[in-house]
């Protein structure tokens, strides 16, 4: 079975300033991955995703994603950050053979001015 | 507005009682799903339907009981709560499989006294 983990439980970063958020995933085959943007009291929303094909993806507001196989990795980043990108983060993971969808602990992304 | 809508969003209650959370979704969507969020934030799937059909039932204790009248709409029971069962719940849909992405409701926080 697939696992996720990432690496940062909060990342404080002033505004304007870059961003990594870590995400390292455990599966014996190929997998699918997700990066889904929680702002308080909503739900998640999806920011991006890796099905297949090219390793960078990106989303509508400036993030960007690598998925790197030999490192199992799928870090989320951001060249400047906004007030508004403050939120809580989850990466996710399922296997293209059927398993489920797990997700990570969350890294809670926090802009300060 | 197509979403997934869920009611009540807040729920106090007391010890013992029994309580429903309804979801419906307008996105045309075939599968559906309950998520409960603990107060870490750590996101663990409950259940999932398929076309009314259960497909996913996770070790959730059988005081929680999930209804799917129709594919737009999965209900959650809970008999009997407990102080333990304080979270956020997430209702979600997708259109089945795992490479499509989730699309969640707002949440309902259960708060048991």
């Known amino acids: 079975a697939q696992s996720v983990t990432q690496l940062d439980s909060q990342v404080p970063v002033f505004e304007e300033a870059p961003v990594e958020l870590r995400c390292n995933y455990s599966s014996s085959v190929s997998v699918y991955l997700f990066w889904y943007v929680q702002y308080p009291n909503q739900g998640l929303q999806l920011l991006l995703k890796y099905l297949s094909g090219s390793t960078l993806v990106k989303s509508i507001n400036g993030f960007e994603a690598e998925f790197n196989k030999s490192q199992t990795s799928f870090h989320l980043r951001k060249p400047s950050v906004h007030i508004s990108d403050t939120a809580e983060y989850f990466c996710a993971v399922s296997e293209t053979s059927g398993s489920r969808l797990t997700f990570g602990e969350g890294t809670q992304l926090t802009v300060n001015p | 507005d197509t979403a997934v809508s869920q009611t009540p969003k807040y729920l106090v209650t007391q010890m013992g009682n029994d309580k429903s959370i309804k979801c419906e979704q307008n996105?045309?969507?075939?599968?559906m799903y309950w998520y409960k969020q603990d107060s870490k934030k750590f996101l663990k799937i409950m259940f999932s339907y398929n076309n009314k059909e259960l497909i996913i039932n996770e070790t959730v204790p059988n005081r929680f009981s999930p209804k799917s009248p129709d594919k737009a709409h999965l209900n959650l029971h809970i008999n009997s709560l407990e102080l333990g069962d304080s979270a956020v719940y997430f209702c979600a849909s997708n259109n089945g499989g795992w490479n499509s992405p989730l699309h969640f409701g707002n949440g309902t926080r259960l708060t048991v006294t």
């Open positions: 996105l045309g969507h075939d599968t």
